[in-house]
RNA sequence: GGGUCUGUAGCUCAGUUGGUUAGAGCAUCGCUCUGAUAAGGCGGGGGUCGGAGGUUCAAGUCCUCCCAGGCCCA
């Protein structure tokens, strides 16, 4: 009926069969396609770079992108999900630069960009497989088949039109930033890039001398840059600085107070005390005269806030085309930019004296000009940590940049969502705030904290970057700075003629438009050439939501229908990557969030708490994992963590394999009993229920565990419709135990009783049904193991049409099942059983010696009632002859009370704790009196029932233990017929243990033989001969000083002695 | 340096609007049970709740400062 289990579950194993079957099913594509059309889920995927193997960090998020879509397909929408990769960006350059040995910007030139660019395309998808395989292993449905590339020309084209929406609405221009670049490069760097390239080394440390105008005192100025004092257009004090005129061999210096006395004696001469405000405007004597005239600040006092007197003079050189702050400064004070450098970092024929000379070569040599001009004051050399290219250790530059900007205070109208009313007007990155409001993050803290902070600091974006491989920034510029922004394949070929199916810059740079009108075309005008940048990968991933649909040029419904997206999930790091792009480029063309909910996982480390390293090898290898231990307790792992909620994840091989104990193997055992003895019984035609059949039992344990699934149902529905995934496992793990240590164990006997009668059924069709439904609820989460069983319970017996588990709509909560009662009831009788093992522990009776009486008090007339609805369950499960339900405590326990703080603290305030000390005095009569709802008046206050916290002692002589809820009591004397019926439950429990050791089936019946029984034991097996005969299944219990059997064991039970051999 | 998150038992983590024995799982030790289970049950040991102040009758929980770690940004 039933395939066979093989209860040597290799869950690995079972795993691949279920892919080949997946595959052979065409399961995902149905589980998809079966669903309405009309009726969707949005969820995107951001892509990944194909450039290196997954890690734990991609199978984490990918495990969280396959939960989510999975449970809403279930619950009957569609969820596509398409694959994406990242293609293009400075990854795949380096090694394609590695790979050609092509080291600078140059040499790029040279190997032509065209070449380049084909050993990028070529490259970039190197891995796809890998990933591919381990992503499917993983048991994550995503449809590569139907992967975007961000490399796809009608992605690019897409990216174009994204591009010039927001050129359009006057998003976009060009300006400088200070930005750290390679000489040797011939390119600016990423910060990704500086960051691996710190080292020490040794700088110049001078302080130069400038001379003020119309009077014989100079400024002290200190500077570790002596390469950018050619390009000096200001110096900057702080206002509110003291400032001291002193005398030094025959010199006037102004220097700051708190800087003098590194530089001069005690009794060097002070002349004069100034605030820096006093100071402000004065002229000085520059030291070079090669920058053009720009302003009337140039060689001028300014203030400053960023000047500081921890180092240095108090005085601050200022070149604005070398520094963040220098560039700030004369951004405010309209000095304008003087940078003498060519691309390569050597200086022009703008500075003779060094022109072809690299700029931190020149150091030496202009320092050695100031000296012989007596501007240099002061002379040493120090040592500090400072970024070096990582790819030919040449110390960077910081150098102001010319660069394409997306600007964030410029305003746009249009209708708030979500709700309707009059078009208002706010800037980009307002709106950007605002539809940050309406997105749903997990953690929730993510809103306010990093991702809202990070848009209240965001800065206007750099969208260029001076490289090859990428989207060209479409932007067309004639001699005059005449600019014409392309959005289209369409318009590129109006305006010049030529067709392209690539958009790859070594293409399009080739096109030169030419036109008077840039609406008519004119082909007769100006000609405009592409400017030379490519746009910052971020850009083509924040336009992915328009981009994969190739949105405006195809799928415009499909589009519309799908914006926002209902769900995206990604790591910590996103904040400011893909999280951040996404909501730019929504905010600017749609005035809306890009997505409604955003789940938030953390980063995994290593079992040590380090980073994840493949040199320290301090983690398992994620292909090995999963084929030894299998995908789905690695996924339930890493779900039932803090990292489903942005926190840190230390990932431990035991933690995975404690998954297989607590859930997987509890999980396959219920399954393997149900099969086995539904089997067996079904073969003897002892079973008339059939799978598929429904019926309603009446038993309390089917009703409770049915009604169990439903508590459970509802609260999956609820952490999952809040994406609180992390809710959810602890959920399913009670529920195993539930199941198998509590309902299976107590209904074992339901199945292995051989009558054929209506409660067997009940037992068969209750548990079919739980493992049916709970398979379906545990689909998202193991769809594996949920499938295997669906396919042995479902498919396989019943040939369902519904072929897949992941096809199946998601149980849902019945109230008709559900019963509160049942559920409190329950729980009362597991805590009455506690209590009595409890009991049974602390006197060191162990379980088989059966005991006459249980005595278990109540709180309440109800709970009376429930209780002996449960006598026979708790008789069985403590081995008591009888079980007692009393509400009269009295003979076992003495009341204490404490005060309760909650009831009675606003009431009393600062009497508080006297009055609680007098509550923790009360004797049992005065607690009983008000129990029994004669209030107390203690003078402060009048207690009733409810201002105490009744604490029940028991005394050490009793067997009584008590909660609040029960109080249970055990008769511990053992008269003679007790003994004779443990003696006889030891022996059971004896031959057992041999049927298992003889290899024998549940089902196999045997005889018993004893030798050399004392007269006690001889006495006890006698008296329950029919009772161990029916257990073991023996079709004989013999006492027989002769015969011999194939195992045997020699028992001995407080001296009471025999040899047991069992036959089979 | 700034922002943010985290800090509770040996380990991994829960801990409601502040309310009085601070919990669970794993590990460990002892006992026990077992014809679905590689399991299960009961108990013991193990805590300056990162530290210091403050608010309050009452603080793991709220406030301030500090310390440590992670991430992001400088």
Redo the contacts with the bound molecule.
Sequence with gaps: MFRPID????FPSLEERILALWEKDNAFRESVSRRPAEKSFVFNDGPPFATGLPHYGHLLAGTIKDIVPRYWTMKGFRVERRFGWDCHGLPIENIIQDQLGLNTVRDIQNHGVGNFNEACRAGVLKYTQEWRRTVSRMGRWVDFDNEYKTMDLSFMESVWWVFKQCFDKGLIYQGYRIQPYSPALATSLS??EVNQGYRMRQDPSITVSFPLEGSDEVLLVWTTTPWTLPSNLAIAIKEDLEYTLVSHQEKKYWIAESRRLSYFGENDPVLDKVMGKALLGRRYKPLFEYAPYMSERQYTLLAADFVSDSDGTGAVHIAPSFG?EDFQLGMKESLGLFDPLDAEGKFTHLVPEWTSVGAKDADKSIIHHLKSQNRIFKHETFEHSYPHCWRTDVPLLYRAQKNWFLALDKELTAVPEPVEGPAVTKTLKQWMIDSNQQIRWV?E??R???FG??LD?ARDWNLSRNRFWGTCIPVWIAEDGDMICVGSREELEALSGIHVEDLHKHIVDEIVLKTSDKKTFNAKGKSYKRTPEVLDCWFESGSMPYAQNHYPFENREVFEASFPADFIAEG??Q???WFYTLTVLSAALFQKPAMKNVIVN??I?AED?Q?MSKRLRNYPDPNELINRVGADAVRLFMID???V??????F?E??VK?I???VL??LW??L??FT??ANADASKGQLTWKPGQDLVSQNELDRWILSDLQSLLSRVKVEMEAYRL?NVV?ALVEFV?D???WY??RS?RR??KSENDQDKNGAYATLYRILVDFSKVLAPFLPFLSEEIYQILVREPVSATTVSVHHCDYPVFDPALFDETLNAKMALARQA???G??????R?I????PLKQLIVVVRGEEQRKWMVSFEDLIRDELNVKSVEVTLDESSFVKYKA?????T???R??????PV?DKIAQLGHDDIQAILEGRPLDLGEVTLTAEDL?V?REVSPDLAVTATPELTVALDTVVDEALRLEMLA??T??R??????????????T?SVLLKGSTPLLRQALEAHLTYISA???ASSVRFDESGEGAVFCDMDVEGEQARIY?VA
């Design positions: 209860s040597d579950a290799s910060n990704f963040e953690p803290h993510i306010d904290g990093r902070k990070w600091g910590l790091d904040t400011r990557g953390g980063i480390l708490g980073k963590s803090a990292a909620k942005g926190e840190e994840l230390k431990s035991v933690g404690n297989v104990r607590a193997l509890p055992n219920s393997s009993l086995t003895y992390y602890p135990d199941l198998t240590n299976i164990r074992r199945f292995w059983v506690n209590l093992r409890t009991l049974r522990a602390e060191n162990k379980n088989r010696q404490k005060a309760n703080f909650k009675l603290g606003s009393l305030g600062k009497n508080m704790k609680a916290q604490v439950r030891e059971i429990s031959i057992q243990n041999l049927r298992k050791e003889a290899g024998l089936a549940v089902t196999d045997v257990e073991v299944l069992v």
